[in-house]
């Protein structure tokens, strides 16, 4: 099966988990389970291959030419990670669906699981930097949404705001770093970067590459100084905290480092940095851990400690020490998972994770307290269970450490205390919630929970029995595939055996267990006397705050620079920006210099220079009457607007004069459901007549400044670009390759559909997320008070009795028929109007036309019938869900766009076929047309969101005013009220249904 495969089902089973019932658990959590298991089987089938020494690897190519392609490739790291995440996964799926509520939004939880599970796989198999780091933070994203699942719980979205803030600014750092290792290697692919160890590690911008990157392995894996956001993580549902904490986002980290540690250890720096922050966070997380009465907490901050032993190992530098931060990866995902599930069923059957509370779970859980228990000992490294071994493996490579004399002392030391601490972090989560008097005030009666509910626990604590007694037998060959590519060589001389004789490591064990012990019953005595209530010595040492005072100081910073630079005034605004721009644009050509070039211009001709006068002329006079007589100057700027076009197809540039023409169309009719809601200017408010004076002419003319500096600057740099002299080769690419390679005789509709197709892609996305964005800003919009008096026209009333609202009774009874003859009229125009933006659709790959000009046709056609007929009318009779259009356009070229990928094409490569049709003849269909339909799509989807929304607010006057009416009539008057009533009831069911509820005042519009 393709590797793409692996990473595209679990995004596919997210989209279907988004839009199914909220009660459908049951379909829930078998289509996520199977996506898990099918790809879990999947990546298993691969082993055979990867063991041998192959590399699986798929490569779909992008932009070559940057180095940008989308490359997945599989060995032992990769594929033992890939276990880890979609077999914890499946485990973890089988567990939520007996741990989630009927009453939660199951379909979300779903979706995000799947989305997340998607976004780690990805980061697992990516082949290019570039990629891996988008799937990186696409990682932060969703564990984001996870974590703030239960949004309507503070804490729980505070949690998920550090979690996003941390990791997704280590993120970009990271990102960054990737550009400079791929900057230093001359290519981003990762076959490359990992065999150019010796080159990157000589090269001067080493460091800097080394910190970023390392900035973004540290915050995702939480190591200090950025342990603080993981226990906040903990207020996500529980079986996200089991899969995040074992087998996914804070396991990245340590990926990165193992990954890249072939090109980036071996050096002073990574030493110390990687080094010591995993021993410092071994120690913090530790300490931390056994001061915690939450089993969530006590397990979130055991889990920091314990990646701080797997980057304490990858920073020794030492290869056998590499292969013990693999081998404890694998043990950690089972313990820690085993564990979290284990502090959920408490939960789930007990009501309380309060260890003060819970005592004596073992009458009463008894299967489940043996499977916690027994995964406890495996976290504490008891013999006979697999964190024994990967533990005794850390404790030799501390006493074997090659550096200064005192870190060889200090880190034999430091190994043995923090032992010390998981023993005793563990001893709290067994002995205190499971031994002990049978607890009496909890909120249920804890019973074991669903069969199948414990299962995974089982499997898991299965897996560290197995490997803790036969680790050679049960994990030899695996360990051995995932760590050689992390090593980057020959495997280093180690044993899996249980009993290696009396050495310095069993030693420390034993000493480990001991002191753990030792120190879990002074601990307990000094809680029993309630002598110990926070860790001491941490106690004013708190991330959290450290972080939200630093959020604080940024709001401040950021509040403070608004109220200095910023301003409500509309025209500061547009000063301050046009100022920047001119800055921004003179300054590199005042260091560069500025060269007009030596092709000879074309005559003036005449024509040309008076329609540019009147052009000029319209300009300057609608800038005159906008300040007392907006729609005048709006007219006058339409007249700007056509001598542009008229400019356009003088320059033999058809298909941008048509495209303006619709787009001022389009833009007209914009403002003016704008300047519906603008009030009238008040005068009152000017300034007094001798100031308003002075500063209004000082205001002009330093308008006028600018605006004849910037002006005259882009008219400039126009000619001066103009004037360049351009090889052939460059002005005549398009011209010459547009029918042979793009398939079309319309060079501009082949630019945009197809070598610059990618852009023309981000633009409507571009387009559509502004569509979505002011319908979601217009449906909050409150329009003042003193404008929502409607229009004579608009209420369908003569002047006389419209103008007169203290009648109310009179309005009721005198309206009238509004528009008629052209509503008919606009009616009969739309099929014609339909036609012409399909025949400009169907030949714009070979003559002026296209997807986006055909698109603003057929909008325009669509809101004429909001104009005439008015919103509620066409609504009634012709639903049209621009937002599913929008939705649609995006799909639509997203499919083309894969659909060559798919082939192993670049993304959206054309072809183009010839079809020979019955009756019809020869037909030349290009790929690009689907991509085109795409485009039409959404640029109709987007124009009628954005000015119906606006139109919207219509009809809210309307109601606003139909409100007005019924109130003020009188509750004798019983003839209007029986019209009114008669009135209703005539309508149709389809109108009846349509028919928007009366909203509030302080409502949105429908």
């Known amino acids: 099966m393709p590797l793409i495969t692996l990473v595209l089902l679990p995004f596919i089973g997210s989209l279907l988990a988004a839009v199914l019932p909220t009660n459908a658990r049951n379909t829930e959590s078998t289509l996520a389970g199977l996506i898990a298991v099918f790809c879990t089987v999947q990546v298993a089938l691969y082993f055979p291959e990867v063991a041998a020494g192959h590399i699986p690897s798929q490569t779909l190519v992008w932009i070559p030419q940057l180095g940008l392609n989308l490359v997945l490739r599989m060995d032992g790291f990769a594929w033992m990670f890939s276990m880890l995440v979609l077999g914890v996964g499946s485990l973890v799926v089988l567990y939520a669906r007996y741990y989630m509520s009927a009453a939660d939004p199951v379909p979300r939880f779903f979706s995000f699981f799947l989305a997340f599970m998607g976004a780690m796989v990805g980061v697992v198999l990516s082949g290019n930097l570039i990629q891996l780091a988008l799937f990186w933070e696409l990682t932060s994203l969703f564990s984001f949404l996870l974590i703030g699942y239960s949004h309507h719980r503070k804490d729980a979205r505070r949690g998920a705001r550090m979690a996003l803030t941390v990791t997704a600014t280590g993120g970009l750092c990271m990102l960054a770093g990737m550009l400079v290792l791929g900057h230093m290697v001359g290519s981003y692919e990762l076959e490359k970067v990992l065999a150019s160890a010796t080159k990157v590690q000589a090269h001067p911008l080493y460091l800097t590459a080394l910190v970023l990157i390392l900035l973004g392995a540290l915050t995702k894996s939480a190591q200090f100084p950025f342990h603080f956001w ?39 720096p990574w030493f110390w940095i990687v080094g010591g922050a995993g021993l410092l966070t071994l120690l913090i997380g530790g300490y931390a851990a056994m001061f915690q009465n939450d089993l969530k907490g006590l397990l979130a901050y055991s889990t920091i400690s314990h990646l701080g032993l797997i980057t304490l190992l990858l920073g020794l530098n030492s290869p056998l020490a590499a292969v013990a931060a693999v081998f404890h990866i694998m043990n950690h995902a089972t313990f820690k998972a085993s564990l979290f599930m284990a502090a959920g069923l408490i939960d789930h059957e007990s009501g309380t994770r309060d260890i003060r509370r819970l005592s004596g779970l073992r009458r009463m859980m008894p299967m489940t307290s043996t499977l916690a228990m027994v995964a406890s000992a495996a976290m504490a490294g008891v013999p006979l269970l697999n964190g024994f071994l990967s533990k005794e493996m850390f404790f030799a490579e501390a006493v074997l450490v090659d550096a200064t004399p005192w870190l060889q002392w200090l880190l034999p030391v430091a190994a043995t205390v923090a032992g010390m601490f998981s023993v005793a972090y563990s001893l709290r989560f067994t002995v205190d919630v499971f031994w002990g008097p049978a607890a009496t005030d909890l909120p249920h009666t804890p019973h074991e929970p669903p069969h199948w509910m414990r299962v995974p626990v089982e499997l898991l604590v299965l897996a560290c029995v197995v490997v803790g007694t036969l680790p050679a037998w049960s994990v030899g060959s695996y360990l051995a595939t995932a760590a050689r590519p992390v090593v980057g060589g020959d495997l280093p001389t180690y044993s899996l055996a249980i009993w290696h004789g009396v050495n310095k490591p069993l030693i420390m064990s034993l000493i480990a267990l001991a002191g753990g012990t030792a120190l879990y019953l002074l601990l307990r005595n000094q809680r029993a006397h309630g002598r110990v209530d926070a860790p001491p010595l941490m106690r004013h040492l708190s991330g959290k705050q450290l972080f939200e005072s630093w959020l604080t100081r940024v709001s401040w910073a950021g509040r403070g620079a608004r109220r200095a630079l910023g301003t409500q005034r509309l025209q500061w605004q547009m000063l301050w920006l046009v100022c920047a721009a001119v800055v921004a644009s003179t300054w590199p050509l005042w260091l560069r210099g500025l060269h007009l070039g030596e092709r000879v211009g074309l005559p003036l001709s005449p024509t040309f220079a008076l329609l540019w006068i009147a052009g000029g002329i319209s300009a300057l006079a609608g800038a005159w009457q906008a300040k007392y007589h907006r729609l005048a100057a709006l007219a006058l700027l339409g007249a700007t607007g056509l001598c542009v076009c008229i400019t356009f197809l003088w320059f033999s540039a058809p298909d941008l004069a048509l495209t303006q023409i619709v787009v001022e169309v389009v833009t007209t009719i914009l403002i003016l459901l704008g300047l519906r809601w603008l009030p009238k200017r008040d005068e009152s408010l000017r300034p007094p007549a001798r100031a308003q004076g002075y500063q209004t002419r000082l205001r002009r003319w330093r308008d006028l400044a600018v605006a004849l500096i910037a002006g005259g600057g882009m008219a400039l740099l126009s000619l001066a670009m103009m004037r360049r002299p351009f090889p052939e080769s460059t002005s005549t690419f398009f011209l010459e390759r547009a029918l042979t390679e793009g398939g079309g005789t319309n060079v501009v509709n082949v630019m945009l559909v197809d070598f610059r197709g990618f852009d023309t892609f981000g633009e409507i996305i571009v387009l559509g997320i502004v569509a979505l964005t002011v319908y979601a800003l217009l449906r909050r919009f409150r329009p003042a008070r003193e404008v929502m008096d409607l229009p004579p026209q608009q209420r369908a009333l003569p002047a006389d009795v419209a ?13 009238i028929g509004y528009l008629t003859v052209p509503a008919v009229l606009v009616r009969l125009l739309l099929p014609f109007a339909t036609l012409v933006a399909v025949y400009l659709f169907m030949r714009g790959h070979n003559e002026p036309g296209g997807g986006f000009v055909a698109g603003l046709v057929f909008s325009v056609a669509l809101l004429l019938q909001y104009i005439v007929s008015g919103t509620t009318w066409v609504e009634a009779h012709l639903p049209l869900y621009p937002r599913r259009w929008i939705g649609a356009g995006m799909l639509v070229a997203l499919a083309t766009g894969i659909g060559s990928l798919w082939f192993g094409y670049p993304f959206l490569t054309s072809h183009t076929a010839h079809l020979h049709l019955p009756w019809v003849g020869d037909l030349h269909i290009a790929s690009a047309l689907f991509f085109d339909i795409g485009v039409f799509t959404l640029v109709v989807g987007s124009t009628l969101l954005i000015l119906t929304a606006i139109a919207h607010q219509s009809v809210r006057s309307h109601r606003f ?9 009188a509750p004798e008057d019983t003839d209007t009220a029986t019209r009114l009533n008669a009135s209703a009831s005539t309508a149709t069911p389809a109108q009846t249904a349509k028919r928007p509820q009366q909203p509030q005042p302080h409502q949105g519009a429908q």
């Open 230 to 268: 993981l226990p906040h993580a903990m207020a996500a549902p529980t079986p996200v905290s089991a899969y995040l904490h074992s087998a996914t986002m804070v396991k990245a980290g340590v990926f990165l480092l193992a990954r890249l540690w072939p090109v980036l250890s071996g050096t002073e």
């Open 961 to 969: 005013h139909q409100r007005a009416m019924e109130e003020a009539l």
């Open 803 to 815: 103008t007169d609202l203290a009648h109310p009774r009179q309005v009721a009874d005198t309206a």
